[in-house]
């Protein structure tokens, strides 16, 4: 059928049109991930700001004046809590954050699963496991000479082992998605059991560090400790973003990514080990700190949608900002007395998911 | 463009064949429609032309280039296609599942250009007002459409269709079919369609393949292949044929 030239010029100005929306639309989306970076500063600071002890708001910036130009006001004190307690706390909060939400995001995506989270394939169980064998038995391996380094290092180990076991069984297998999870539950409840094992049998002085560390806490984290988290969690949103648009195309299966040319065993491999290598990282220094990989990435979906090119820094600062916050609630709640993050973050988080849920299904 | 399908065997355990041992060609400006009872080999056949699935041997040439050879994006760009299902966790708006399409030609930065192609696409399948929808809420119909646009924002030369009218009404059944001819006779792309039903691919076919248990039992015009005894043979089924010299025979089952 040949267009009249009305027709044409009709049908380029729709498509005009259509484009601009469309550009419109990306544009809001930047728009947004920056009201969500600016959020994130906002709270950082008022999160360095509040506290037990007496360090305000005028007291952190004269702390942080006081770098380049000298302070005599300034006690060593205040510096201290500061820049050693506050600054690497939060620090450790965003960057955990971060990396929790976007495991969470690439699992979901490559398992097709809502509810699927970091820890469904049991890291959080295998890093429980490393963690109370350093707790319990750590004198045993002090000829390993990891000092302060033994938990996470045990914790990150074991974390890795499960996940090759679990590939393992599952590459005995038919290597699905569903024998992965399988595999992750089955060997999850493995390491449960031997923790439990471990309790057991240890002496009762040593249980409530145990039992802290499964509760997850953002204090204490040395800067070694946060150097290595930011450096997996950059290089792994390098990976992401660099992947984005295979990532999108694999959302529609298997068969559909692979007839539009992306390498789909090479890309869900990847995502594999970087939601492996994210979750464990996070784990080893900071415990089991739950619900965030599993909220994050659908509060991201409902608000942003699934387009990983703005999911994934979306996504690192929903993470970032749930923790966060949930951390400055847990600190200063009930201060002097400090609540375990992984409790607040269900607390705040589960009505917060809820309301979402709601609201998207009224619309 | 010339696809050549040589002796392709293949099977999902390695003590049974789907396929087995199935030639054929292809050319631009064809329609070629996989027929056979379920079970067949007929999606089989389609996965192992893109690679989705290997055979366990012979081989499948895209002008003279055996596929398994071909890079991911080099052979997207030559060959797409549209599955028999979507995946009910694909999400996303209309121009994204359509721009899915693009990849092949995409480094990372989306390119006006491909936003037009996009666009273009959706407008001569009139379904630009549903650009900004979103997919997972669009009719079963719409969103065979919508996948069909992905296919065709590929620009590629073959398009594999793996029944794409099986769950719709006549209507878009005949929009689809419609569709496809008109990739075949005004852009001269070749299509190789798995279809279950007689009449359209009677209507809209070049060539009919006629499979039973991986096995080619008649392939040629659509008239030669869909005869009462070929269709007893492969789907154990008496047909009528009501026919006459103006319009395409119309198949009709026996049933007692």
Redesign the interface.
């Known amino acids: 059928m040949k267009m009249s030239k009305t027709e044409k010029i009709k049908m380029e100005k729709n498509i005009d049109q259509a484009k601009l929306n469309y550009m419109n639309k990306r544009s809001r989306k930047i728009l947004f991930i920056l009201l969500l970076a600016l959020a994130l500063v906002v709270t950082a600071v008022i999160s360095i700001a509040i506290g037990a002890s007496s360090v305000n708001l005028k007291t952190v910036i004269q702390v942080f004046g006081d770098v380049f130009v000298h302070n005599e006001s300034i006690t060593d004190m205040q510096r201290d809590i500061v820049f050693s307690i506050r600054v690497p706390r939060i620090i450790t909060a965003i960057l955990v954050g971060m990396a929790l939400s976007n495991a969470g995001l690439l699992m979901q995506g490559i398992f097709q699963n809502p509810l699927v989270s970091p820890y469904t394939l049991g890291v959080s169980n295998g890093a429980s496991f490393g963690a109370s064998l350093a707790i319990i038995f750590g004198s045993s391996f002090a000829f390993l000479n990891f000092g302060e380094f033994l938990l996470p290092v045990f914790a990150f180990a074991f974390s890795v082992l499960t996940m090759m076991m679990v590939y393992g069984v599952a590459k005995m297998s038919n290597n699905t998605s569903s024998t992965l999870i399988l595999a992750g539950v089955a060997i999850g409840y493995l390491f449960s059991a031997l923790v439990s094992l471990i309790k057991y049998v240890s002496d009762v002085k040593d249980l409530p560090e145990l039992v802290f560390w499964t509760m997850g806490s953002l204090s204490g984290v040395p800067w070694e400790g946060i150097a290595i988290i930011a450096v997996a969690l950059a290089g792994s949103i390098i990976l992401m973003m660099g992947f984005a648009w295979d990532l999108n195309i694999m959302s529609a299966g298997e068969e559909t990514a692979i007839s539009i040319g992306v390498n789909y065993k090479r890309i869900k491999m990847l995502s594999f080990g970087i939601s492996t290598l994210l979750t464990a990282v996070a784990v080893s220094f900071t415990g089991v700190i739950g619900f965030i990989g599993l909220v994050s990435p659908h509060i991201t979906k409902m608000l942003i949608g699934n387009d990983y090119r703005y999911s994934v820094p979306a996504s690192s600062l929903i993470g970032a900002l749930l923790l966060l916050i949930a951390d400055t609630i847990g600190r200063n709640i009930i201060a002097p007395t400090q609540l375990p993050v992984g409790i607040v973050t269900s607390m705040i988080g589960v009505p917060f998911f809820l309301y979402l849920i709601v609201r998207k299904r009224g619309k | 463009m010339e696809l050549h399908v040589e002796d392709m065997k293949f099977g999902y355990t390695k003590k049974s064949l789907v396929v087995k041992g199935v030639s054929f060609s292809a050319r631009s400006g064809q329609l070629i429609s996989l027929i056979g009872p379920n079970g067949s080999g007929k999606t089989t056949i389609v ?1 192992c032309i ?3 699935l290997k055979p366990q041997s012979g081989t499948v040439s895209l002008d003279g280039k055996n596929v398994q050879k071909m890079q ?6 030559c ?3 549209v ?1 028999q299902f979507t ?1 009910s ?5 209309v ?3 359509v721009m ?2 693009r ?2 030609y ?1 480094k ?1 930065k989306i390119s ?1 250009e491909d ?2 192609i996009v ?2 696409i ?2 001569e399948l009139e379904l ?1 007002h549903l ?2 929808e979103q997919f997972q809420e669009l009719s079963g119909g719409q969103k065979q459409k919508i996948l069909i646009a992905r296919a065709l924002a ?1 620009k590629p030369e073959l398009y ?1 269709f793996d029944e794409p009218i099986s769950f719709l009404d006549i209507k878009n059944q005949i929009d689809i079919m419609e569709l496809a001819r008109n990739m075949v006779v005004k852009e001269k792309k070749a299509v190789i369609m798995v279809v279950h039903d007689l009449n359209m691919a009677m209507r809209y076919s070049d060539q009919v393949i006629l499979l039973k248990s991986g096995e080619v039992e008649a392939s040629g015009l659509p008239k030669s292949v869909l005869n009462k005894k070929h269709i007893r043979t492969v789907y154990g089924v008496d047909i009528k044929i009501i026919e006459d010299e103006f319009i395409t025979p119309i198949y009709e089952p026996c049933v007692n």
């Open positions: 996965k893109n690679k989705i991911p994006f080099e052979m997207a760009q060959i797409s296609y599955p995946n966790y694909i999400s996303g708006s121009m994204d599942i899915m399409g990849r092949p995409i990372w006006e936003i037009e666009l273009s959706l407008q630009d650009a900004h590929q594999l």
